[in-house]
């Protein structure tokens, strides 16, 4: 049912598994002995990060944020709302930011510079997408799955209106689906 919305799948299943074994043993080089914050930043975050951590192979801690710029339209507001914050004191700690995709860059950037302003030791980005196209400041994620172009896209986590987060892939919508919402409203 929702398959019948996607125009072109960008990024498949296998893709998306390939991608995830390569950020796993990359991260897992990097932080063998630093006992991580791992921080996921939902909800975008939840497919990406469930398969994710089950490739990192060493002592790590969980933790999440729930924050929202897009208000579930189709850009970024620039406005960054902490909706829930974490539970866990990052002072001194390692953290690794793990989004679905960094566009804009304004959601990591403000994140960031708060964990650091709480005296975080290092904030490192995981991403699985990122869009340089959309950047409006300056940053680069630490570690990427895929870059994509500049297109709007769903699934693995990815919504339009909260809509289409369970895809198992990633893809753009039809037009027509941001028509009949136009028609709606
Ligand atoms: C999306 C996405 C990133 C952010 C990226 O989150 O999950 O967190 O936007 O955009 P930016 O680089 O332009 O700031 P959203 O605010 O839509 O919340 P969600 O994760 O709950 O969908």
Redesign the pocket.
Known sequence: MLHKDIEEVLVSQEEIKTIIKALGTALTEDYANKKPLFVG????CVPFISDLLKELDFMLEVDFMD????HGGLQ?SGDVKIVKDLSTAVKGRHVILA??????????QAIRSMLLYRGAASVRVVTLLDKPK?RVVQLQPDYVGRTIPDAFVVGYG??YQEFYRNLPYVGTLKPSVYQTENEES
């Open positions: 930043l939902l909800k975008g924050v929202s710029s897009y970024s989004e679905d995709i960094v566009d804009s860059g304004q959601t990591i959309g990815l919504d």
